[in-house]
């Protein structure tokens, strides 16, 4: 059975950092286009970040590019995303997302492109 399972998040001043990571059981993450998504309360599911199996292409949304990062280690079947210079802003709920359509250097972005995802977890960034 495929499980997957977010964790990291917390609460955290403007301009820290957190990790969240991605951990799958029933399954090897390393076969499956991997994407964070997010939601804040009353606002739609945003695309944030996606890298490909290759691990050769990654994707940012303009809101988090320059201070997020994707990766993975396949050793430990997780998928991280670090997140530095936290903006009031980035309080959500984040999403891992996976797949197995998206084999290669393809780095599926959208929502509807992913059949796996996770409970979330909460990230805060408040003063």
């Known amino acids: 059975q495929v499980h997957i399972v977010e964790s990291g998040g917390g609460l955290v001043q403007p301009g820290g950092s957190l990790r969240l990571s991605c951990a799958a059981s029933?399954?090897?993450?390393?076969?499956?286009?991997i994407g964070w998504f997010r939601q804040a309360p009353g606002k739609e599911r945003e695309g944030i970040s996606g890298i490909s199996t290759s691990t050769r292409n990654t994707y940012y949304a303009d809101s988090v590019k320059g201070r997020f990062t994707i990766s993975r280690d396949n050793a430990k079947n997780t998928v991280y995303l670090q997140m530095n210079s936290l903006k009031p802003e980035d309080t959500a709920v984040y999403y891992c997302a996976a797949d197995r359509t998206w084999y290669g250097d393809y780095v599926a972005i959208h929502a509807e492109e992913y059949d796996y995802w996770g409970q979330g977890t909460q990230v805060t960034v408040s003063s």
């Open positions: 029933g399954f090897t993450l390393e076969n499956y286009a």
